[in-house]
C-alpha cells in the first residue's frame, strides 16, 4: 500500500488543522493506520489509529479530547483532525500503515508499522 500525507501548514495556537493520508494500492480490508509524529529533538510518538474496516480508533492520551482520526471509505483517505492545537503539537506528522492477521489489535509501536508516507509540517506558534 501507497501513503501520501498531505495538510501541514502553520497554524496559531488555539487554532485547528486537518492532516489528510491517501492509501493507495492493495486492498485496505485488514489494514490500520494511524499517525505518528516526531518533534525535534524527540523520538517518533504515536497519535493515532483507525482500523480500516469497521473505523474503530484509539489515540494517545497526550491528544485525546483534541485530535481526531476517521477515514473516509469512499475516497481511501484518513484524516487527522486537530483542534485546540498548542506549541507542544509541533512536529513532522506521518502516516503509516500495517496489515494485521487473524485478529486486530491496538498498535502504537512505529516498529510494527510496515508502510510510511512521507512526512508533513505541522508548526503551532504561541
Known amino acids: 500500500v501507497q501513503l501520501q500525507a498531505s495538510g501541514g501548514g502553520l497554524v496559531q495556537a488555539g487554532g485547528s488543522q486537518r492532516l489528510s493520508c ?3 494500492g ?3 480490508n485488514k489494514l ?7 518533534a525535534p529533538g ?3 510518538e504515536f497519535v ?3 482500523r480500516w474496516s469497521g473505523g474503530l480508533t484509539y489515540s494517545a492520551d497526550s491528544v485525546k479530547g483534541r485530535f481526531t482520526i476517521s477515514r ?18 509541533t512536529a513532522v506528522y506521518y502516516c503509516a500503515g500495517r496489515y ?17 508516507g512521507q512526512g508533513t509540517q505541522v508548526t503551532v506558534s504561541s
Open 22 to 24: 491517501a492509501a493507495s
Open 26 to 28: 492493495r486492498t485496505l
Open 32 to 38: 490500520s493506520i494511524a499517525w505518528f509524529r516526531q
Open 42 to 44: 524527540k523520538e517518533r
Open 48 to 50: 493515532a489509529a483507525t
Open 72 to 89: 473516509d471509505k469512499y475516497k481511501n483517505t484518513v484524516y487527522l483532525q486537530m483542534n485546540s492545537m498548542n506549541p507542544e503539537d
Open 100 to 116: 494485521w492477521g487473524n485478529y486486530w489489535y491496538k498498535e502504537a509501536d512505529d516498529a510494527k508499522y510496515e508502510h510510511w
